[in-house]
């Protein structure tokens, strides 16, 4: 039966066209399409050979590097960049640190011609066996073309494109030339691009000053800059390093023993002093505006320009450390709000980790102010155990004491209303007292954000040149300038504009006006009763005593006497643009005007009269140091005692005295890179304003600036305090140097207790004053030949003999002096 079937089945007929016929279609079907698969991918890649870059423009790599902003010393202040980065030339990058990036990244690279083949069909292998991407096979020269040349997109047209590239790289550029692109263009993590930048940020070296520990560590990574950054995670950053040492004694740059001897190394983070730009950003704001209108974005973050300013690093660091500390101590009068938010037990991990992200040092810096979270608390002893991302430490019943009487609730959970304390979970401010070590041992303080804000605006009188300018507490959280752009009621810092005014009228220092209760009827039935600011009313005093002690009553009754529209126009001469309205409550600053304005006008008091135009860029150079643009130092004409001319050129403290008639050696110029500034012009007379600094410095030896005695030498300043203690100011100079400072609300309400110019703005003034005058040397106010000294009766007015009780020198214009004496 089965030998039947099998006969069966041999004698089957075939027929015709069957099964030969169907095999030969299928085999022509292959092929045709195989041919047009080949034409197609042919076609397509003979476009991407067409469309792919130009690799020739590598031979002349330019990468976008910092700008860099100095200050008036020569100090690195500021920079402005895409990609942080310091090129650094490749006969500069030691031989080690390129066989450690070799060894990690790509062993073969001195063998193969852009694509290292074996080590794809390695990478391969290990990814079938893992199922998975377990390595991959890039290599250097891929890597160049991927970040130079391509889009950072994930296909298969891609990885093409990235080969076709490398290869022709490869026949362009030498394996130096490729090296030097690639280990000044790669990110390292830390915001830092480039192998320079690299050893700057993690260990404060140059390249060429690194170890072998160290150019291990650093070779390592590229591969994951974050997972193995030696800052965030020592122990991955050593495992790596290992690897890399690992793989340079395989490949034959080091021996054994010395990769040993590297990995025992102990490895020291220590950043290179990086510049702040959190203390200088409104300034650096100020100067990015003007260089982008001239020069463009991309100029100013591409090309690596260098910006020299007039800023001085030491001005700007105390202008925003007088700020910080002045806000702070404002703040901290009007008690503790309580904690920013209160976690729930299971959403404090995933805060702390968040928080932890976001710190990139070793150890918290002292005296910074983080985030942190109530962990634990002692009521008996009145402590709080606080962590900062994964760092714990102390607050102290002590260090707390500014917030009052604190209950600590040893519970989650928010705390009753009224009820001032901590709780578990609570999200408080605290400031380093202790750094950590090794995530622990901290000593914290508790700190709070302050509610208020603050400016201060700081300029040279002789030239104009700016040296300090805080615009507000955090430029992170708010770039609204305050120093430039807030315009606030002056208060009684625009009294020392009226009493200018009123001695260009012909009133005097010993002018006696009545300081009585007054009332002025505005419209048809509304009353006006300005009052002093301590309700006291002194009866007959002079200007001087006015000013001194910021008498309301006498600025209303001057301005009444010379007019207020002549105070408005001398204010405008003072180089205040902002719109005034000439009535009485201008004599108690009631027109807004920006710190700038207020302080450029005190600024002409200090020069004796002239008026500079404010300015804070001094030179302008591309990366090459050629000449974009320069600005020559204003220079002024000033008279002595013995009122020859002279010709004074300022630069920080030092002053250079030219005679009118010296010959002034001549300098070659290139017009097409000087920017002229408009030169001062004398607005006010050097009589007048002497006689106002002179009673502005009565204001601080005996009135509402006594705090600024604290800065050890001859000052000039008034105070300003609006209705309800809204805004509060401070404004004064020395011959060298002028500054102003504001204190309020963005939103306008009182600042509460301290809320005065004498107790919230004079600190901060004083404070950067202190700082500022540091090594600058001591100069007094001297007055011009046209200004004599009498001695007055201050009841009367008039002349007193020599040594009689309670009388006074006052200074004059000369011819108005009083002529008679008199009770």
């Not at 089965?2 to 292959?30: A, C, E, T």
């Not at 193969?112 to 292998?125: E, F, N, Q, S």
């Not at 309700?535 to 910021?550: D, F, K, P, Q």
């Not at 001859?714 to 809204?726: C, I, L, S, Y």
């Amino acid at each position: 039966m089965q030998l039947y079937q099998g006969q069966q089945h041999v004698n089957r007929r075939i027929p015709p066209g069957g099964d030969g016929s169907f095999r030969r279609k299928l085999i022509l079907f292959v092929i045709a399409a195989s041919v047009v698969f080949l034409i197609a991918f042919g076609a397509y890649f003979f476009y991407l050979m067409l469309s792919l870059p130009k690799v020739d423009r590598l031979a002349d790599y330019k990468p976008p590097i910092v700008s860099q902003v100095f200050g008036d010393e020569g100090t690195l202040v500021g920079e402005f960049y895409l990609e942080r980065r310091k090129v650094v030339e490749i006969n500069k990058i030691p031989r080690r640190l390129i066989q450690a990036f070799v060894s990690a990244e790509d062993s073969n690279f001195y063998q193969h011609k852009g694509l290292d083949y074996l080590g794809i069909a390695r990478a391969m292998t290990k990814n079938i066996i893992h199922l998975r991407k377990k390595e991959g096979a890039s290599t250097i020269t891929q890597q160049v073309a991927k970040s130079m040349l391509l889009t950072p997109e994930k296909k298969f047209s891609r990885k093409l494109k990235e080969a076709i590239l490398a290869t022709r790289m490869e026949k362009k550029l030498t394996k130096d030339e490729i090296l030097y692109i690639y280990l000044n263009q790669i990110y390292m993590g830390s915001g830092a691009y480039g192998v320079q930048l690299a050893a700057e940020t993690y260990f404060g070296k140059n390249v060429e000053q690194l170890n072998l520990a160290e150019m291990a560590m650093l070779a390592g990574l590229p591969k994951a800059p974050n997972t193995y950054s030696p800052i965030k995670n020592m122990d991955k950053a050593k495992e790596r390093q290992g690897y890399v040492l690992e793989r340079m004694v395989k490949e034959g740059y080091v021996t054994q023993a010395e990769a040993d001897y590297a990995k025992k190394t102990p490895i020291i983070i220590r950043s290179m002093k990086l510049v702040n730009n959190d203390q200088s950003a409104y300034f650096l704001e100020q100067i990015r505006i003007q260089l982008v209108e001239k020069y463009g974005e991309e100029r100013l973050y591409k090309e690596g320009l260098n910006i020299y300013t007039t800023m001085n690093a030491e001005m700007q660091r105390g202008a925003y450390d007088a700020i910080v500390n002045g806000l702070k101590a404002l703040d901290k009068r009007q008690g503790f709000r309580g904690a920013l938010k209160y976690l729930k037990e299971q959403e404090v991990e995933p805060f702390l980790k968040k928080t932890e992200d976001g710190i990139d040092i070793a150890s918290l810096k002292q005296g910074g102010t983080y985030q942190g979270v109530v962990t634990a608390v002692d009521p008996a002893k009145g402590d709080a155990t606080v962590k900062v991302g994964e760092r714990v430490g102390t607050l102290t019943k002590k260090n707390m004491a500014w917030g009052g009487k604190m209950t600590l609730q040893n519970s989650y959970g928010k705390l009753p209303e009224k009820v001032k304390g901590l709780s578990l979970g609570s999200v408080i401010e605290v400031q380093v007292v202790t750094p950590d070590t090794n995530k622990a041992g901290a000593v914290f303080s508790l700190d709070q954000i302050p509610e208020a804000q603050a400016a201060i605006y700081a300029m040279d009188p002789r030239t104009g040149g700016v040296k300090a300018m805080v615009g507000g507490y955090d430029y992170k959280k708010s770039q609204f300038n305050r120093a430039t752009q807030a315009k606030r009621n002056a208060g009684s810092a625009f009294k020392p504009i009226i009493y200018g005014a009123a001695l260009e009228k012909g009133l005097t220092a010993a002018t006696i006006i009545d300081d009585s209760p007054v009332e002025y009827t505005v419209g048809m039935e509304k009353a006006w009763k300005p009052k002093n600011y301590d309700n006291i009313y002194r009866g007959n005093v002079t200007m001087r005593e006015a000013l001194t002690n910021s008498i309301n009553i006498v600025s209303i009754k001057i301005l009444e006497k010379i007019g207020a529209s002549t105070a408005v126009e001398f204010a405008k001469k003072l180089g205040i643009t902002s719109n005034m309205e000439p009535n009485l409550a201008l004599a108690l600053g009631g027109s807004s005007l920006t710190p700038s304005e207020l302080t450029a006008a005190y600024g002409v008091y200090a020069s004796g009269g002239y008026k500079v135009t404010p300015y804070f860029i001094t030179k302008v150079t591309d990366r090459d140091g050629k000449v974009l643009e320069e600005i020559p130092t204003p220079t002024m004409p000033v008279f002595t005692n013995n009122t020859a001319a002279v010709t004074v050129t300022a630069s920080g403290s030092d002053v250079t005295v030219t005679p009118a008639n010296a010959v002034t050696p001549s300098v070659e110029q290139k017009p097409a890179t000087v920017s002229a500034l408009p030169p001062p012009v004398q607005v006010v007379s050097p009589e007048v304003s002497y006689i106002i600094t002179n009673l502005m410095q009565s204001v601080v030896n005996s009135g509402t600036g006594q705090r600024a005695k604290a800065v050890g030498r001859p000052v000039a300043a008034k105070t300003g305090t609006t209705n309800d203690m809204k805004d509060a100011w401070f404004v004064g100079f020395i011959p060298q140097l002028v500054a102003g400072v504001w204190v309020g609300f963005d939103q306008e309400r009182s600042l509460g207790s301290g809320g005065t110019g004498g107790a919230a703005a004079a600190p901060i003034w004083t404070e950067f004053m202190q700082r500022a005058v540091a090594g600058m040397p001591v100069q007094n106010f001297n007055p011009p030949a046209n200004v004599t000294f009498a001695t007055i009766n201050p009841r009367t007015g008039r002349l007193a003999r020599e040594g009689s009780e309670g009388s006074l020198h006052e200074c004059f214009i000369s011819g108005t002096e009083p002529t008679s004496y008199g009770e």
